[in-house]
């Protein structure tokens, strides 16, 4: 392999290359994702040089390698760079990009493009590039041509070293840079001699200075409108905390400061790390399901961390009862989609500083008001808790929402687990048993879609212990080019597919009950057999019959390679059974 300052000064493309991928290496980036194409060749040599400081990944499909490099993002918290060639390619990313920017995960997204002048002409595999993804990108740009100028390289750096920032701060979000080259792509001699320029070029002089961003975590003291409240609530939202056993604790200190209940969303950490947390209440879409206590457990504050929950029953009684909200989350976004009475706080729930545990119930008559009321939730959650323990523990018939109960006490420690879109999330937040596995959940709930679902989870599960997939059957065949990762990928997942043969959400919607054109359009059955898909695309199948024979599957995990496991169910029977099951699980609680 030809040495990286050699390579860069065979043109000026390829200096322009090695100037921008030398500053992202130096910033931090440790992924780039790289897609086939010819305009994008001086970036594709740059960041196969920088090997291994920069791990390079080769990905056929452009949807399928962006949502791979949103699973990589995900899984570390850190930028990672896609790589494209000009024309449509580009426009397969949106989707990622829509949902790195709803979800806010910080993504780098560099387009190649034909020069100027080239441009509206009808030249070959051009389109306008400029502004593609419209407001999506937290901060967008197109580069200058490359030019060997010293003032025009640091121009280039210091564009990058913004670009990676925009991608933080202040909110975490994908950065779009559309970079035009002209000919000659490849690294020959372009006429420009730079021999003399290559002498008095100091690479640790010109790169001196460029670091990581780092976030400020300046202490925030609660508010003492908070203290005062003796009937208020904890919602633990929608979260892929970096941290989530810091985030649990700074739940439960907050919680026991106030003797306030946490109301814990299926995908929040929360409930992986029960132990933390004895304020913890796992079946409140159960339990408001039950009008009479849900009028009787009215808060009058609520803190909501993060975003607010899946549950359509929680958002239907929080603005039914107005409380006082305040949303923590450090974002600058607009997290209340209810538009209640709202303080956003704009910072992370780990900054807020709590008083010491037990001071509340020392103030008299009000600690014991807010005991009283922390009482009431406690009941519930207790009986309705045993209830859907109880129906799921003895329920032998192969019932979708059993899996994710399953699964959150069958996984192995720490598992990485990728929950698709529609049934499966849902399912999560009515039956996610509270444990203390410290599973690592993760989805895309920015945009809630079902694209990208499979390449989300490969990228997630790239370079890391055995993960687990829970998904539907449309949502896997909606990303089965994400199978085509497979020769790049390194660890193991297993895919917990769910069968239905359809859209089983849809099924939960009034218009399941019009037929036709309810089952060609909504339920859009595939009729697909998933034991040949896996075998065109050499991935381990298995079908399951038995939940006994799903546990054993599940714990221990493979190491190595792509799984799927196939649980068939009927649609119909499972919407039948949630229609008539869930409203019961309260039905009978008094308080």
């Not at 409240?229 to 810091?246: K, L, N």
């Not at 009475?341 to 010491?356: D, K, M, S, Y």
Request: glycine share 6%.
């Amino acid at each position: 392999m030809l040495d990286l300052i050699p390579i860069a000064f065979r043109n000026v493309n390829q200096l322009w290359a090695y100037i921008l991928t030398e500053t992202l290496k130096r910033l931090g980036l440790s992924c780039v994702v790289i897609c086939p194409g010819s305009r994008s060749t001086p970036l594709t040599v740059a960041f196969a040089q920088q090997v291994p400081d920069i791990e390079a990944i080769s990905i056929l499909d452009e949807r399928s390698a962006a949502f791979f490099a949103l699973g990589r993002a995900k899984a570390t918290g850190c930028p990672v760079a896609i790589v494209c060639t000009s024309g449509t390619a580009g426009a397969n990313f949106y989707p990622a990009l829509i949902e790195a920017k709803e979800s806010r995960v910080p993504l780098l997204i560099l387009t190649t493009d034909r020069p100027q002048e080239l441009r509206d002409c009808h030249s070959g595999q051009t389109i306008d590039q400029w502004k593609l993804y419209g407001n999506y990108p937290n901060w967008q740009a197109e580069l200058a041509l490359p030019s060997p100028e010293m003032g025009m390289l640091a121009y280039l750096r210091q564009t990058i070293i913004h670009s990676w920032e925009r991608s933080q701060t202040p909110t975490k979000g994908p950065v779009h840079v559309n970079i035009p080259f002209r000919d000659p792509l490849a690294p020959i001699p372009d006429g420009i001699d730079l021999s003399h320029f290559q002498s008095q070029f100091h690479p640790e002089d010109f790169f001196a200075g460029i670091s990581s961003t780092t976030a400020l975590h300046c202490p925030f003291p609660i508010p003492q409108e908070w203290q005062k409240c003796d009937r208020g609530i904890i919602i633990a939202g929608v979260a892929e905390a970096q941290q989530p056993q810091e985030y649990c604790r700074a739940i439960a200190q907050l919680s026991q400061t106030l003797k306030w209940p946490v109301l814990a969303e299926g995908l929040s950490p929360v409930r992986n790390y029960a132990n933390l947390n004895p304020y913890l209440i796992s079946t409140y879409d159960l339990i408001l399901r039950n009008q009479q206590l849900a009028k009787q457990l009215a808060p009058e504050m609520v803190i909501q961390v993060g975003e607010m929950p899946t549950s359509k029953e929680l958002r239907t009684w929080i603005d039914a009862t107005q409380p006082r909200r305040w949303v923590i989350d450090p974002s600058d976004q607009n997290l209340d989609p209810l538009h209640g009475r709202t303080t956003h706080l704009r910072v992370a729930v780990e900054q807020l500083v709590c008083e010491e545990v037990g001071d509340k119930g020392e103030k008299g008559d009000k600690g014991k008001n807010n005991l009283d009321y922390l009482d009431k939730w406690f009941v519930a959650e207790t009986q309705v808790r045993k209830a859907v323990d109880q129906t799921m523990g003895t329920m032998e018939e192969l019932f979708e929402g059993k899996a994710a109960w399953l699964l959150s006490q069958t996984l192995p420690p720490g598992t990485p687990l990728f929950i698709a879109n529609s049934m499966p999330v849902r399912d999560v937040e009515f039956f996610w048993q509270p444990n203390n596995l410290g599973v690592r959940s993760h989805f895309n709930r920015g945009a809630n879609g079902i694209d990208g679902t499979l390449s989300t989870a490969l990228g997630i599960a790239h370079r890391h212990q055995s993960s687990v997939m829970l998904t539907g059957d449309l949502a896997l065949l909606h990303d089965t080019n994400g199978f085509l990762i497979r020769n790049k990928f390194v660890g193991h997942l297993t895919i917990l597919l769910i069968n239905n043969n359809g859209g089983g959400i849809f099924e939960m919607l009034p218009i399941a009950k019009f037929d036709p054109p309810f089952e060609e359009f909504f339920g859009t059955p595939q009729d697909i057999d998933f034991a040949q898909l896996c075998a065109t695309y050499n991935v381990q199948y298995e079908s399951i019959s038995s939940w006994e024979e799903l546990q054993q599957r599940l714990n221990p995990l493979p190491t190595t390679g792509i799984r799927v496991l196939e649980l068939r169910t009927n649609r119909k029977l499972d919407a039948k059974w949630r229609q008539q099951n869930l409203q019961k699980f309260a039905t009978d609680i008094a308080i």
